[in-house]
């Protein structure tokens, strides 16, 4: 079975709700063999309001979610099932099975998010302080503490409220320092 990329439809605005609510579903269902990333397209953007400049994250696709899994039964009931999700993009109607974006569909989106490769280098030590640019941590520092390469995941410890605090995160949400 082959690992493909498939888009989720959203209800407007709960992206990044559904990206959560489907991480610790794939967790709590033992779905990790099965359902690997999980994206919301977004580029930053430079906003002026009030007089004061700010970078924010904007979505470049609102109402769609990335997921990148493998198909069985199990694995579409599950993001299929998560809340906020209101079905996949290329089904051809009720229960019918989604199909897959195709590589240069896949590489488009990536080039536009600023993600160059499909596959990021492991590129990454144990121990190694990494910056977090986006996501709910975003701007915190950690070490690395493990390497999840097969899944492009990090864990990264954080320090929050004074207590070192692991969380995973993907290659793509962390930066060297």
């Known amino acids: 079975m082959e690992k493909n990329w498939y888009v989720v439809h959203t209800y407007a605005g709960y992206e990044n709700k559904v990206k959560e ?3 610790k579903r794939v967790e709590s269902m033992d779905m990790t063999e099965f359902i690997f990333r999980i994206l919301v ?7 002026h309001k009030d007089g004061k400049t700010k970078v924010v994250q904007k979505r470049i696709y609102p109402g769609y979610v990335m997921v990148e899994m493998i ?23 009720p229960g019918s099975k989604p199909i897959p974006l195709k590589p240069d569909e896949v590489d488009g989106i990536f080039k536009a998010i600023g993600i160059e490769n499909l ?13 977090i640019t986006f996501g ?5 520092t950690g070490a690395i503490e493990e390497i999840i390469a097969d899944k492009y995941k990090l864990r990264v ?6 207590r070192e605090t692991p969380v995973e995160l993907d290659f793509t949400q962390v930066e060297k320092l």
């Open 21 to 23: 609510n489907l991480e």
């Open 41 to 47: 397209p977004t580029v930053e953007e430079t906003v």
């Open 71 to 93: 198909q069985t039964d199990d694995s579409w009931y599950v993001v299929r099932n998560t809340p906020g999700v209101t079905g996949f993009v290329g089904s051809t109607g």
């Open 119 to 131: 596959v990021p280098t492991v590129d990454f030590e144990l121990g190694e302080v990494v910056k």
């Open 136 to 140: 709910p941590f975003a701007n915190f």
């Open 157 to 162: 410890t954080v320090n929050l409220f004074g």
